[in-house]
């Protein structure tokens, strides 16, 4: 199993409280994605970087913001968290992005809970 | 229309039956074709990519159709423990390549 921590595993928050997911990992991979994951959308895109304080927005990026100041760290944080933030967080790495080299290798995953 | 689309099932089938899911995707531009499994409250892990010319790992082959824009799975044998959902997952295309677009994943439910 590729080498992807993510913590905490589990966080229950209060609304407007901000919030910050760690994924962590040990691969040297340049390339780490934070998806959501809710019933009926399947993996949705949050943001992703590309190497060292290089990051972009992904398709559900409102809300959120992500940090990368080493290759093995990846952050992504909730600003203010709200209800619609309550949902299973992945990180995922990629050695490239692309062709069959892009295959995304995921870590455990957050559950967050905004109450 | 949803850019990767999947039969939400669930399959249930008996052990040792052959079950095939299939997936079409939009872009017809998509260079990158992957079948992930993922497991109750687990992270999906990738089962295998898809090639051209199709490709076996065991009891599993995967099959593109890129004329028709589909991607099929073919499970034989299936062990109670192929009982997972199955992700059809395609790269974007142009300068958005990086991306991965997830189906919503069809279910299997395999019964002894």
């Known amino acids: 199993d590729a080498g992807i921590t993510q913590s905490p595993r589990h966080k229950v928050t209060e609304t407007g409280t901000p919030v910050t997911l760690r994924c962590h990992q040990t691969?040297?991979?340049?390339?780490m994605y934070w998806y959501r994951q809710d019933p009926g959308h399947g993996l949705r895109l949050i943001h992703y970087?590309?190497?060292?304080?290089?990051?972009d927005k992904g398709e559900v990026s409102d809300g959120y913001s992500v940090s990368r100041s080493k290759t093995e760290d990846f952050l992504l944080t909730l600003e203010s968290a709200t209800s619609s933030q309550t949902s299973v967080y992945f990180c995922?790495?990629?050695?490239?992005?692309?062709?069959?080299?892009?295959?995304?290798?995921f870590g455990p995953g957050t559950r967050l809970t905004v109450t | 229309r949803k850019e990767v689309e999947q039969d939400p099932g669930p399959f249930n089938v008996p052990e040792g039956a052959t079950v095939a899911f299939n997936c079409t995707y939009s872009?017809?531009?998509?260079?990158?074709f992957f079948w992930y499994r993922q497991d109750c409250r687990k992270e999906p892990k990738l089962l295998m990519s898809?090639?051209?010319s199709g490709n076996e790992d065991g009891r599993f082959t995967a099959q593109l159709n890129r004329a028709s824009q589909y991607i099929s799975l073919l499970i034989r044998d299936s062990k109670l423990s192929d009982s997972a959902t199955y992700l059809c997952v395609v790269n974007d295309a142009g300068d958005s390549s990086y991306k991965l677009i997830f189906g919503s994943g069809t279910r299997l439910l395999v019964r002894p």
């Open positions: 898809v090639y051209s």
């Open positions: 970087s590309y190497g060292v304080k290089d990051t």
């Open positions: 872009n017809s531009a998509s260079q990158s």
């Open positions: 691969e040297n991979h340049r390339y």
């Open positions: 995922a790495i990629s050695e490239s992005s692309w062709g069959a080299a892009n295959e995304q290798y």
